[in-house]
């Protein structure tokens, strides 16, 4: 128990001192930028509080340290969660969407066939279009990988996307935690198994996952390799992206 207590104070205040950091960072930046500050400031803020507040597992003592961080921090880390891009929609069509995934030989071949709901990423060692848009869409050029979906966002009126890269070891596992929004994966190499109160779901390489927004969830790096995912929590452009789930405790389902 002095332990734990001590884990937690530890880690709620290297949470403080890094939000009062992020802060002070964020008000220089704003005369620059001040779209780009709140952005920013916004991810790196409850990114400390979703995934730096907790008792370390072998998730937080690893690559990112239990964070998930814009990629433009990694540092030569090739472990854990980076933000790799973050972009309002706006008006989206009507009917059911999915998210698509297109590779592109270059970056200027992808940013010539985004449109609408489009965002260009590398990731991986790769060019994707990732584009919000009906199960039809396809992109011109490039290699179609995947459509996702549908993805349940609701009576949304506006919508953020927030990508993602997630690694994770064997054993590597996230925080507990939640979003107002479907978060998706897709599964580059490995496995990985999502607890939510419902039970769990394993995803393998070459495979996709969608849990709806609400539930509480931890992930979990699973199998006998490397694990990488490319990730999408798509959400209303009203509420932040994630935050902390205290009120469940996982079942450990993904420990075995």
């Known amino acids: 128990m002095k ?6 104070a530890v880690a709620f205040g290297r949470a403080a001192s890094l939000i009062t950091a992020a802060a002070a960072v964020a008000n220089s930046m704003f005369l620059v930028n001040q779209r780009r500050t709140r952005t920013t400031l ?3 803020v409850w990114s400390v509080m979703v995934f730096g507040a907790t008792e370390p597992t072998l998730g937080q003592t690893q690559g990112t340290g239990g964070t998930c961080v814009p990629v433009s921090e990694r540092a030569g880390r090739e472990l ?10 706006g008006k989206l069509p009507e009917g059911d969407l999915y998210w698509h995934l297109d590779t592109y030989q270059t970056r200027a071949a992808a940013e010539a066939a985004k449109g609408p709901g489009g965002t260009v990423v590398e990731s991986y060692d790769k060019v994707w279009l990732f584009t919000i848009a009906g199960s039809g869409w396809r992109a011109p050029g ?8 549908p993805l ?3 009576s949304a009126k506006k919508l953020t996307t927030v990508y993602l890269e997630a690694t994770f070891m064997p054993g590597m ?4 935690h939640r979003h107002p929004g479907p978060e998706a994966w897709y599964v580059l190499a ?7 109160p419902e039970g769990k779901t394993i995803v393998r390489a070459g495979e996709s996952g969608i849990v709806p927004g609400g539930p509480p969830m931890r992930l979990s790096g699973t199998g006998t390799v490397q694990r990488r995912s490319l990730v999408l929590v798509l959400h209303d452009s ?4 994630a935050a902390p789930a205290n009120d469940w405790t996982p079942k450990g389902l993904c420990d075995n």
């Open 190 to 196: 490995g496995e990985q198994c999502l607890e939510t």
């Open 42 to 44: 916004a991810a790196i």
């Open 80 to 89: 854990g969660c980076f933000i790799t891009a973050s972009q309002a929609l």
């Open 173 to 176: 596992q996230s925080v507990v």
């Open 152 to 154: 349940p966002v609701g």
């Open 238 to 241: 009203s509420q932040r992206w």
């Open 142 to 149: 490039g290699e179609h990988v995947a459509a996702i979906g």
């Open 3 to 8: 332990y734990r207590a001590f884990v937690n």
